[in-house]
Structure formats: structure tokens, C-alpha cells
């Protein structure tokens, strides 16, 4: 059974450019949900995806945005790239219904560094 | 609002016992804490749902007292492997978990 995973695991741009992040969900999973990681710090909600939609949306200007695809797939796009935005970007997956009750896991990630 | 860990750091000795506490200003609908070692993603490791809930999992254990909005991670009889990063998670009513800053744990032999 694959578990979350996400592509491509390191990649450097230059501020400035744009990025897209690639995540494919845990088998059974249709909620996608995205998180930064600077160094030292806790992942920081970006936002969730489910039916294709965005659900809820954290604290990030409009330059991330994303897509759900009807495989459950998702991506996140970050334009006009800053020295900010340098971390790891990590995609979990969970099942809704019991909302509360479902364990939510990541993938390994994907390392972005703006130079 | 995220959650408050504590402590930030700590340093033990192989078998030593260690408790990482997690409080919220908000009604938590679940509790979620999750252990990062140093270039690798989160990895679950348990979940707490109703208040006064206790879960286990080998020597690591967990309570959450729902009224007090607050969860404590219990790990006993430490080994190396647990060294790493202590995260909980508070989940809201929109499924959106909010992570603390981490506990830095570090287990020497």
C-alpha cells in the first residue's frame, strides 16, 4: 500500500520564477491538504483540497494556489517565488467523515530552495 | 492560533522518562502528535479523540484532557531511536491541523 507521495524532492529556483509541487494522496484517501516547513519551525497550514475544491485556506498570500484532480492528485503552485518561500513543502492525506478521528499522514516532502 | 509545547528542548539519558505537554486557547476537537527526525517528513504517531483520553503505543503514551484543552505525550524508558522533533497537532472544526513549535528531543546513551 503507497503512501503519500510527492515529487520532486529537491529543486532549486530563482526568485522570481514559479514552482509546481506534485502530490499523490494514500491509497483510500480523497482529502489533500498542504503545509510549509521552514527550518527549525512546525509545518504551517497552506490549504486543503477535497471534490476538487479548496476547502479552507491558512494564512498565505494568493500567490500558492493549488488543484485536485479527480484522481485525488493535487498540486501546489507558487508564483513570483521569494527567498521566503525557501522550505519543505509537505502534502498529507486523510479520509473525511469522522473528521476529527482521522489520522492525517505526510509524504517525505518536497525541498524547495530560492536562490 | 497554534498550540504551546513544552518543553522547547530536552536532553536524556537512554532509559530516563521524558513528558512533552501541548495547550491550546481553543476548543480542540482532537489531538495529534507526530515525531520528525532531522531531514524526514513527520511520521503519526498517535491520535486522541475524547476528553480524559489515554492511548499507548509501546513505552510512548499519550493523555488529552479535553476541558483543559491540553495533551501530554509520555515517554518512558527512552531509547536512542526516540530522539528527534515532538509535534502536536490541534485539529478544528474544519479539519485544519495547526501545529506547536516542536519539542526538540534528544536521547544520549
Known amino acids: 500500500d503507497a503512501g503519500v507521495t510527492q515529487s520532486p524532492t529537491h529543486l532549486i529556483k530563482t526568485r522570481g520564477q514559479q514552482v509546481t509541487l506534485r502530490c499523490s494522496p494514500k491509497?483510500?484517501?480523497?482529502?489533500v491538504s498542504w503545509y510549509q516547513q521552514a527550518l527549525g519551525q512546525g509545518p504551517q497550514f497552506i490549504f486543503q483540497?477535497?471534490?476538487?475544491?479548496?476547502?479552507q485556506r491558512g494564512n498565505f498570500p494568493d500567490r500558492f494556489s493549488g488543484h485536485q484532480f479527480p484522481n485525488y492528485s493535487s498540486e501546489l503552485n507558487v508564483n513570483a517565488l521569494l527567498l521566503g518561500d525557501s522550505a519543505l513543502y509537505l502534502c498529507a492525506s486523510s479520509y473525511p467523515g469522522q473528521v476529527a478521528g482521522n489520522t492525517i499522514y505526510f509524504g517525505e516532502g518536497s525541498w524547495l530552495t530560492v536562490v | 492560533q497554534q498550540p504551546v509545547q513544552s518543553p522547547q528542548a530536552v536532553i536524556l539519558r537512554e532509559g530516563e522518562d521524558a513528558v512533552i505537554n501541548c495547550s491550546s486557547s481553543k476548543a480542540l476537537y482532537s489531538v495529534h502528535w507526530y515525531r520528525q527526525k532531522h531531514g524526514e517528513a513527520p511520521v503519526f504517531l498517535m491520535i486522541l479523540l475524547k476528553g480524559g483520553e489515554q492511548k499507548g503505543h509501546d513505552k510512548i503514551s499519550a493523555s488529552f484532557n479535553e476541558k483543559k484543552q491540553q495533551s501530554s505525550l509520555y515517554l518512558t524508558a527512552s531509547q536512542l531511536s526516540y530522539s528527534g522533533t515532538y509535534f502536536c497537532g490541534t485539529l478544528n472544526a474544519g479539519n485544519m491541523l495547526t501545529f506547536g513549535g516542536g519539542t526538540r528531543l534528544m536521547v544520549k546513551p
Open positions: 483540497y477535497y471534490e476538487e475544491e479548496e476547502r
Open positions: 491509497s483510500g484517501h480523497d482529502t
